[in-house]
Nanobody, 123 residues
Framework: QVQLVESGGGLVQAGGSLRLSCAAS????????MGWFRQAPGKERAFVAA??????YYTDGLKGRFTMSRDNTKNTVYLQMNNLEPEDTAVYYC??????????????????WGQGTQVAVSS
């Protein structure tokens, strides 16, 4: 079992920055594929970024503004979000899977999810 707890969300003005954290408990964290997804009001959950060591993947259009990193000594992954736009407003979720054959961009492939953290960007 893996438990995930996100933090770091909040309200920020357009152009501002936030850093989300996702702390994981459970076995063999370094072997997990970790992902970030977001769900805006009225929309489906969408892929943001994922890390399957040593590669990090990003959805088109976010790389350059968003950076995902992980610290295996702290069992934590981060999502640094810069130059935020109102369109980035969403609930952000952290997810994990031990599968090495899963498609990292698909939410269906992840077995464990955090509770989500709200990010709101005002114009």
């Amino acid at each position: 079992q893996v438990q995930l707890v996100e933090s770091g969300g909040g309200l920020v003005q357009a152009g501002g920055s936030l850093r989300l954290s996702c702390a994981a408990s459970g076995r063999a964290f370094s072997r997990t594929t970790m992902g970030w997804f977001r769900q805006a009001p009225g929309k489906e959950r969408a892929f943001v970024a994922a890390n399957r060591w040593p590669t990090t993947y990003y959805t088109d259009g976010l790389k350059g503004r968003f950076t995902m990193s992980r610290d295996n000594t702290k069992n934590t992954v981060y999502l640094q979000m810069n130059n935020l736009e109102p369109e980035d407003t969403a609930v952000y979720y952290c997810a994990a899977t031990y599968s090495i054959s899963s498609l990292v961009t698909s939410s269906d492939e992840y077995d464990y999810w955090g509770q989500g953290t709200q990010v709101a960007v005002s114009s």
